[in-house]
């Protein structure tokens, strides 16, 4: 009898010991789950931190541009319509090869509503900062002299802008462009389309979607695009050529 309750005892000793061992292997599993946890909320947001996607300041009062773009045109555009491209464009990158990547790298990258986005971000940023109080008159400098060898003259530069804008078919942009060797060019682009996708530099957007002009103008885009040259901050735009 003896002998049986020595194995009995010693039996109990390695079920108790397999009982505490596994025990222990569950505390270690509940408390790594537990931590994985953890570190998925803190590595997927549900909207990107990163500071890559933000609308540029807006260097101007937001009635400063008036009457050619109304403070109600420039407080829903730049504060709703921007804010949109912003606030979407950092949900869509969560979990994508994009979600730290630079702005430019985006547009030049993706498709899609992550192409659409980003491109507006970056239009929108350009767009904003081309303009000021009492702006207007004529580029000077590399870029005046650019546009009058290459154009005949400011008002036949103009002249042709005005009429690609015009003729942009819906929602897009007439933009000025340059290549490497300081050659400029006009293009239209549909959606939020930037010419950075053609290995170009932006100097100058015009947008034409409805929302940029619709309030002052109605259904006359024409006359905006006329209006618009007497806002244009040429310093600043000069500075991108
Ligand atoms: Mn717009």
């Known amino acids: ?20 061992t596994g025990l222990l292997a569950l505390g270690v599993i509940s408390c790594n789950s537990s931590n994985a946890r953890n570190n998925d909320n803190n590595n997927n947001p549900q909207s990107s931190t990163t500071t890559n996607f933000e609308k540029v300041a807006l260097p101007y009062e937001t009635d400063a541009l008036e009457p050619v773009i109304s403070q109600q045109t420039v407080e829903l555009h730049y504060g709703k319509h921007h804010q949109a491209y912003v606030d979407n464009l950092k949900k869509l990158v969560v979990g ?3 979600e730290d990547a630079d702005l430019e790298t985006v547009v030049k990258e993706s498709d899609g509503a992550i192409f ?4 507006q971000i970056l ?9 000021k109080k009492d702006g207007g008159g004529e580029p000077t400098g590399r870029l005046g002299e650019a546009i009058t060898e290459q154009f005949g003259s400011f008002e036949k ?3 042709e802008f005005n009429a690609e804008g015009g003729a942009v078919f819906g929602s897009g942009w007439v933009w000025l462009a340059k ?6 060019s006009i293009h239209q682009e549909s959606g939020g389309g930037n010419p950075i996708t053609r290995g170009l ?4 957007g015009f947008d034409v979607w ?4 619709y309030l002052d103008y109605q259904n006359r885009r024409g006359d905006h695009l006329k209006e618009i040259w007497k806002i244009i901050d040429w310093e600043t735009v000069g500075q991108r050529y």
């Open 123 to 131: 239009n929108h940023n350009l767009y904003f900062t081309s303009f």
């Open 201 to 204: 530099t932006p100097i100058l």
């Open 179 to 184: 290549d490497d060797s300081g050659k400029l």
């Open 96 to 98: 994508t090869k994009f």
């Open 157 to 159: 530069f103009k002249e």
């Open 1 to 20: 009898m003896t002998p049986l309750k020595i194995n009995n005892f010693s039996h109990m000793k390695t079920i108790y010991f397999y009982l505490l």
């Open 116 to 119: 659409n986005n980003a491109g």
């Open 210 to 213: 409805e929302h940029s002009y």
